[in-house]
């Protein structure tokens, strides 16, 4: 990771939603330059059950559905986010784990 003036991510919420899909909430600091974000979406198992990657992001906040690519993934499911300039500048990585709708 690099110092806090870079890019970071403030936070990441994910809640399980019907039909074997992850809405997914990033808010970045508001000082990054167009970083990448990759999110991971893990079973129990922490087998890889969905992944997307946006490039260049322009908007500190960023929301969209991940959709889960194996039947019966094994809860609790947790999601991985990091940003990045290039594949070997990782600038932040943040776990939470995927909550379920209230």
Do not use: C, W, Y
Not at 71 to 79: E, F, G, I, V
């Amino acid at each position: 990771m690099t110092d806090s003036s870079a890019n970071t991510i403030k936070s990441i919420v994910g809640t399980e939603i019907a039909g074997n899909r992850v809405h997914v909430v990033v808010v970045l600091s508001e000082n990054h330059s167009k970083p990448n974000l990759a999110m991971i979406l893990f079973d129990a198992l922490g087998n890889e059950i969905s992944r997307s990657l946006i490039l260049g992001v322009l908007d500190p906040h960023v929301e969209f559905t991940l959709h889960i690519r194996v039947p019966d993934a094994k809860s609790p499911l947790s999601l991985t986010g990091t940003t990045f300039i290039e594949e070997e500048q990782l600038i932040d990585s943040k776990s939470v784990e995927v909550t379920g709708l209230v």
